[in-house]
């Protein structure tokens, strides 16, 4: 905490002009929304080509324009925007710009500047991904695990500048996603306020710092995994390409390993799986404690199982390539370090529902949402142990259980949590509160519309029918009862898809009309509702910094007057914060 | 309340889900039943949580409520509860790992004595091998792939020439044997996937992978690929053929060994002119770029070449004759072939070794063009091709319109103009095949190049076909 006598002591540059505060700027807090729009923008376009995969599969030949290189484009741009361009962006680049400054008691990310070319870096990397479906063969249909040696081979749509722009792209995220990640990091190291400990800082932060950590870890890999495959695709080496007949010809290619490339890329995507699921962790855990006005349950414990699980999920990727044709004995140890990163993941599980235990429960919007993540991140979690265990997974591998599997642990839950923390935060970022009626609309047309939607596609991967397949017909093994449930499971997802307009329209309406909120309208204890202006300042805390004396759960301490203490309220008399807090 | 309410509905509707789903495990038809047990052992203990953590959370919903008289407990941990917690979860965790540890060290123990048969994955079509009557696979290298020898069998390998060949998707299997399936791709990934059997494995250019079972059922069981592999992924489809013993031989012994399909294709023996001429384009590199196969290169391919009109860049056209071949040896890049770029050196060859040469070209030109050879030969290419893997000869629909009756048929294309598929139809369909789609398919299909007399065999092929 070197850092935060000379925070404290630096005069507060205000930014003069429009185009300082709201578009070249270097506020964590516009930045954070410049984040929000942009990735909330861009799942739009994932959102509507959903819509599209889905008609296709609910009602295949109806839709003439989606023919089979159009459908697998739309099936892989769904994929990498909703997990890298979306969740990635919003949770760190969003959440975490917003939070992590205003939860630790700083006035800013430490490097402001770095964060500003983050978001720009961010930006450019999505204006070159939409560049993608102007060019001639439109983006990449690879699929977005991008697997070569089909990602650069004819035969797949996009090969020719698709994939190049998309390869690109990712190095750009990924160049953006350093500049904001080493700024995540050591604004939590370097500028938590005075008393701010690791172990009082709230679980959001927690969760976003290892998320952080993960990313600065994995995304190189794909860095690197791109910068390969764009140097096969373009100069003609062989990293991943072995000697090829593709369409009757032999190509120059030889020696190299398409395996290499999964090991690769999947060294970052598994870990990618759990910088989407730390925050969402994190925050739900806030949002519940908030909400059921009681501490969060077995705090320390939460933050060892974070720590655990980002730690083990570097050692468990290869279960996504059990059926890859890699040395078979190494299923044995990613089995098991697969099903031991249940057990700390099953214990935050327990800890939010015994939260919940004795709480005195406010079933507000972001606390709907909140147990439904508890619920849908369940049947996630426990499909991943079929899918951990190799002969399981042998079966289910590349089939609608998979789909249902990842969309319900990593899409829905995460999304859910997304929509929980903007309804639970939206009224400090704005000083209003989003309209509750239409917030109840869109939760539960999501909520019961995507289990309707993925609850019932975990039997269809039970029959065996494969992922990616733009059209069933001629497979015996299929019944044909299977396709009654593919156009229910199209009717509800477009019903999801359009209650998330309902949202925008939310968003859009409350920002001006909504109901003034005060400064602390859930009656919260963490630093970023004890603000001296709502929405907070540039600077967030006036000329002195606030002082914490507590851990960020303490609600419904006994004896006290109110149900919540502010971290930042000073103890009378004997610290009535308890051991915890010491 | 209300979502305490919606978590317990959600929990009885899966449950009757569950119960009432005619959507389960396609029957099993091989020995891998331990596969299907540990995932009954897996749904019980994960649904049993399942259902226990949406009702508890329920429950607690329900009680805890808010009242605006009470205060809710103040707990921050309760380290005995943790611990058993951490405890019954662990011990959750063993019963559904070891059984998967014990089925995973039979899956990667090939019983011994299995027999291997190799699949052989490319867009977007399945090829089969027997070892034959050696019991040995014989070598394999890309390069060596070619229209003549599509598994890339190593010519001059003794253990190749007895290799039995399939080529049609369409594998046979004697039941009750333990089969090790060895996977080798030409192109990208595959997955042989038969839902039955509950094993898939993908196929990778440039290693080979392996998985086995022992097929326990007689019947047709579908074989699909499960590893995404472009835009005829969901087109390629194959089938697996569980017999008795006997009528597996049958049919075994009915399919053509490696020595057989290549003598079949070896047209007479060449003179020494001929002979000087091939030895003469060997050495000068000359098919690097020109095939003599008819499969496509950098350069025209050399087979038929001789007497064809060809259509050059500046769009004139010109009889292929002894002269142009000279003229385009010296001086190759005065006028090239519509479709190819400018990047042939030239070359200074003597007459005897331009005379060589052309007479080399000649051989792959000589055909007999008799209505039988036509027919079969047509049939070869359309196997090895892989035009089967999206165009059925039984009248089923697939990626491709079916071949049966389609000569002669009058279609609808893809813009509502009807056309009959005539040779005209069906050349133009085959070298530019995304111009003129017929009605209801997807335009994937890419573009073969074919000489004039493949075209002719196939069309020959196709004509009998009714």
Redesign the interface.
């Known amino acids: 905490m070197a850092h935060v006598p000379y925070q404290e002591a630096l005069p507060l540059h205000e930014p003069k002009s429009f185009w300082t505060r709201y578009v070249w700027s270097q506020d964590h807090k516009v930045i954070a929304i410049q984040y929000t729009l942009t990735a909330v923008a861009v799942g739009l376009v994932a959102l509507v080509m959903s819509w599209l995969m889905r008609l296709q599969i609910g009602f295949p ?1 109806s839709f ?1 324009f989606i ?3 159009t459908y ?1 484009q739309l099936v892989t741009m769904h994929g990498m925007i909703m997990v890298i361009y979306l969740l990635t962006a919003i949770f760190l680049g969003g959440f975490g710009n917003f939070l992590i400054p205003l939860m630790v008691g700083a006035r800013d990310m430490v490097f402001p500047f770095v964060n500003m070319l983050s978001y720009w870096a961010y930006l450019l990397s999505v204006l070159v991904l939409m560049a993608s479906f102007f060019v001639p063969g439109g983006p990449t ?3 977005w695990t991008l ?1 070569p ?2 990602a650069i ?5 996009g090969s020719d500048s698709g994939i190049v722009l998309m390869l690109v792209s990712l190095i750009l995220f990924i160049v953006a996603a350093t500049m904001g990640g080493l700024n995540y990091v050591t604004t939590v190291i370097q500028a938590r306020t005075y008393g701010m400990t690791m172990m009082r800082l709230p679980l959001s932060v927690w969760g976003i710092f290892m998320a952080t950590i993960l990313a600065l870890l994995a995304f190189p890999a794909l860095f690197v995994g791109g910068v390969m495959m764009l140097f096969d695709r373009l100069l003609g080496s062989s990293f991943f390409m ?9 190509l120059d290619y030889q ?5 290499l490339f999964q090991h690769i890329f999947w060294f970052f995507g598994h870990p990618e799986v759990y910088i989407v699921a730390l925050p969402a962790f994190g925050i739900v855990s806030d949002i519940i404690s908030t909400h ?4 969060i ?5 939460m933050v060892w199982a974070i720590v655990s699980i980002g730690v083990l999920s570097f050692i468990v990727w290869a279960h996504h390539m059990y ?3 890699m040395n ?2 190494f ?2 140890f990613f ?2 370090t697969t ?2 990163i ?2 700390p993941t ?2 935050k ?3 939010w ?2 939260t ?8 507000t919007v972001p606390m ?1 949402f909140a ?2 993540f ?2 849908t991140f ?2 996630g979690g ?2 991943g ?2 899918l951990g ?4 997974d ?6 609608y259980f998979v789909v249902a599997h990842f969309h319900m642990v990593m899409g829905v839950s995460p999304i859910l949590v997304v929509f929980g923390g903007i309804y639970h935060w939206f009224p400090k970022i704005t000083g209003r509160m989003l309209n509750d009626t239409l917030g109840q609309i869109h939760f539960w047309l999501t ?2 519309g995507t ?1 309707a939607i993925y ?2 596609m975990h ?2 991967g ?3 029918m ?1 992922r ?10 299929i ?1 044909e ?2 396709q009654d ?1 593919n156009v229910f499971i199209t009717i509800s997802a477009l019903m999801v898809g359009a209650a998330q307009f309902i949202f925008l329209y939310n968003l859009a309406w409350s920002a001006f009309k909504g109901k003034p909120a005060g400064s602390n309208p859930w009656n919260a204890t963490t630093l970023e509702w004890q603000t001296p202006d709502t929405p907070p300042s540039h600077g967030n805390w006036g000329d002195r910094l606030p002082i914490v004396y507590r851990w960020a ?1 303490d ?4 004896g006290a007057e109110k ?1 919540f203490i502010p971290q930042n309220q000073p103890p009378a008399g004997e610290n009535p914060g ?3 807090t010491t | 309340m209300v979502i305490a309410v919606a978590l317990i509905l959600i929990v009885i509707g899966s449950v009757w889900f569950h119960f009432w789903s005619p959507w389960w495990l396609t029957p099993l038809s091989s020995n891998w039943s331990l596969m299907d047990d540990t995932l009954m052992i897996t749904f019980v203990v994960t649904g049993f949580v399942f259902v226990v953590v949406n009702l508890f959370m329920a429950y607690a919903l329900i009680r805890f409520r808010y009242r605006a008289d009470r205060r809710a407990a103040y707990e921050p941990e309760n380290k005995k509860l943790e611990l058993w917690l951490t405890g019954l979860t662990t011990v959750g965790i063993v019963i559904m790992l070891a059984p998967g540890l014990i089925v995973l060290a039979d899956f990667v123990h090939v019983p011994e004595g299995a027999s291997v048969v190799e699949a052989v994955g490319k867009q977007w079509q399945w090829k089969f091998r027997f070892p034959g009557k050696d019991g040995i696979l014989g070598n394999t290298k890309p390069r060596f792939i070619s229209n003549q020898n599509p598994f890339g069998l190593n010519p001059d390998d003794p253990n190749a020439q007895d290799d039995v060949l399939i080529s049609n998707s369409e594998l046979h299997l004697p039941v009750d044997l333990p089969i090790q399936v060895l996977l080798r791709s030409y192109d990208v990934l595959h997955d042989f996937y038969v839902p039955h059997f509950r094993v898939k494995m993908d196929a990778v250019p440039g290693i080979i992978s392996s998985l086995w079972f022992t097929p326990t059922k007689i019947g047709r069981f579908d074989l699909a690929c499960a590893e995404y592999c472009g835009i005829g992924h969901h087109t390629m489809r194959g089938a697996v053929f569980v017999e008795d013993e006997g009528s597996f031989q049958n049919w075994l012994n009915n399919q053509p060994t490696f020595a057989q399909t290549i003598a079949k294709q070896t047209i007479g023996s060449e003179n020494s002119q001929v002979r000087q001429g091939r030895l003469l384009a060997e050495a000068k590199g000359c098919l690097g770029c020109h095939s003599v196969d008819g499969s496509p290169g950098a350069g025209p391919s050399w087979k038929g070449l001789l007497g064809k009109t060809e259509t050059l860049t500046d769009g004139t056209t010109v009889v292929v004759d002894e002269n142009y071949i000279k003229t385009s040896i010296l001086n190759p890049n005065a006028s090239v072939i519509k479709g190819y770029s400018p990047i042939m050196p030239a070359y200074q060859l003597t007459d005897d070794e331009l005379n060589a040469f052309i007479a080399f070209t000649a051989s792959l030109s000589a055909t007999n063009n008799t209505a039988d050879n036509l027919v079969s030969k047509g049939k070869q290419l359309a196997e090895q091709q892989g035009c089967l893997g999206c165009h059925s000869l039984d009248g089923n629909a697939s990626a491709g319109p079916t071949w049966k009756g389609l000569f002669g048929k009058t279609e609808t294309l893809a813009d509502n103009t009807t056309i009959i598929a005539d040779e005209a139809y069906l050349k133009e369909a085959i070298l530019n095949p995304n111009a003129t789609i017929v009605a209801g398919f997807a335009p994937i299909m890419p573009p073969y190049t074919f000489s004039d007399e493949e075209l002719n065999a196939l069309i020959a092929y196709t004509k009998t076909i009714q």
């Open positions: 030949g003439s023919d089979p290189s697998y249909g690879a699929g697997y040696p089909q081979l004819p035969g797949t749509p072995p000697a090829v007949v593709s369409m009757g010809k032999m020696g190299g390993s398409p395996v059921a006005r009681k501490n349950f077995g705090y320390r414990i059926v890859s044709g078979p004995y299923g044995f089995a098991i099903l031991i249940a057990v099953a214990i599980v327990y800890n529902v015994l919940l235990w004795q709480g005195n429960i406010h079933m709907l147990v439904a508890v619920s369940t049947i426990i499909t142990l079929f265990n190799v002969v399981i042998l079966p289910l591998s590349d089939t909520f019961l289990y609850f019932p039997y269809l039970f029959i065996g494969p990616r397949y733009y059209a069933y017909e001629g497979y015996q093994f019944p009862s299977a449930l759960y609600y419904s301490v006994p149900d308890g051991a915890a």
